[in-house]
């Protein structure tokens, strides 16, 4: 009865420190929530970086994502027009998939011919980019993102 009763405690110990470790772990998982700023972008040719550009003074475009859902706005001071959309979004399989629900006059004009935006992600810890890929799935050109909340 007294060896139940220890080895019984042993293994109730046992597990106890097992979950204080596992709990104590800290999560590597990366997430695409939250706030982002896009920094610069990047174009390519054979699936190479040919270029680098920056954005012009005052321009910003910012991009939400939350619980599946994500909204962006763009700013550029020599462009009248009004920039921005909304709708859901997922990751799967190293792909980032928008669906845009509703946009500006300005983007609803491109979502009447392309709803489902589809792009290669490459997520780090405090930035992103999202690359886009022509029919034959070379890179032509991507948005870099830095996190900002």
């Known amino acids: 009865m007294k060896k139940t009763l220890v080895l019984g ?12 470790i596992k709990t104590s772990t800290p999560d590597t998982t990366l997430s695409l929530e939250g706030v982002w700023e ?3 972008q990047f174009l390519y040719e054979n699936d190479q970086i040919s270029d680098t550009l920056f954005n012009r003074s005052g321009y910003r475009q910012v991009k939400i994502y939350t619980k599946g859902k994500v909204m962006w706005s763009r700013f550029n001071p020599a462009d009248s027009n009004e920039w921005f959309g909304y709708g859901t979004y997922e990751v799967k399989d190293g ?5 845009l629900e509703y946009a500006s006059n300005s983007m609803m004009k ?3 011919t392309v709803a489902v935006f589809k792009f290669e992600l490459v997520l780090m810890e405090d930035s992103y980019s999202q690359i886009s890929l022509d029919s034959k799935g070379r890179r032509y050109n991507s948005e870099n993102y830095i996190r900002i909340e």
Request: hydrophobic fraction near 60%; proline fraction near 0%; charged fraction near 15%.
């Open 38 to 40: 896009l920094e610069h």
């Open 95 to 99: 792909m980032l998939i928008e669906n």
């Open 9 to 20: 405690c042993c293994l109730i110990g046992a597990a106890i420190l097992l979950s204080a």
């Open 110 to 112: 491109i979502i009447d």
